[in-house]
């Protein structure tokens, strides 16, 4: 009889906690501490987006089984920046234990992962969708050029719940300042002026992006740098830091905070 009762309760509990995951449409934005890369979770309810997925260390994984409950193994869409290991390196790994319903990215795979992965490829003006959420892609196609240089920018959006307010996050891959002197002149980068909530900074901080005129034109409230510890590139840059600390932005970095969670 008293096991009975167990049963009752664990599944009554069971399903508080799925009728939780399932109403809560509150927003939640993960910048997961992936150590030396970038990987971004988006949780809207039961709905979840990857924005690159980490390098090839299992860091990704980790940080998707703290934040989604362990029912839960479909990811709906990721979007890979670029095909950089330490953006695209988690992808196997996670394609193990989850199902990817979309993958989108800036292009196909690199020689020998062709055969693994078939992205939808997106560029400027596409929009991925999915409720009240939306991520807009601003940078052009390069044909040539370097994988950076390549690398998409987005804006991603949805609306605070109850406040009905729109955040808005500039999700920059590893696009270097070149990239960011053409973004300044886009009608649409000068619409988010003073708009910004989160800049996802540039390349981990790297001294070749986040340039005064990009941080002058989106003025962003904050800035999460996304970098692993005692790194051999010398990420984030001194020079980065100095900008960003002058203008009065907020800092919030993976390497000394772990995940960066961002609820409003
Ligand atoms: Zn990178």
Known sequence: MKYK???VISLVALLLMV??????????????DVGQ????LIISGSFQMLIDTGGNNQRMLSCLSRHLPFWD????TVVLSHWDIDHSGGLPDISRYYKIEKLYSNRLPPAGDEQKFYPTIIGENDIIRYGGIDFE???????????????????????????????????????????????????KLKSLSNEVDILKISHHGSDMATSEELLDEVNPKEAVISVGKNNKFGHPGKV????????????????NMGDVTVTY
Do not use: H
Not at 20 to 32: A, E, L, N, Q
Not at 138 to 163: F, T
């Open 5 to 7: 009762w167990w049963v």
């Open 19 to 32: 009728w939780r995951s399932i109403g809560d449409s509150k927003v939640k934005v993960v910048f997961c």
């Open 37 to 40: 890369g970038d990987g971004a």
């Open 73 to 76: 193994k479909n990811i709906e």
């Open 137 to 187: 892609i601003l940078s052009k196609n390069v044909d040539d050029g370097d994988s950076n240089e390549n690398s998409l920018v987005g804006v991603l959006r949805y609306k605070d719940l109850p406040s009905g307010r729109q955040v808005k996050i500039l999700m920059m891959g590893d696009a270097p300042m070149e990239v960011e002197q053409s973004l300044v002149w886009q009608e």
């Open 240 to 255: 980065v830091l100095k900008r960003l600390e002058e203008r009065g932005i907020k800092i919030k970095r993976t390497d």
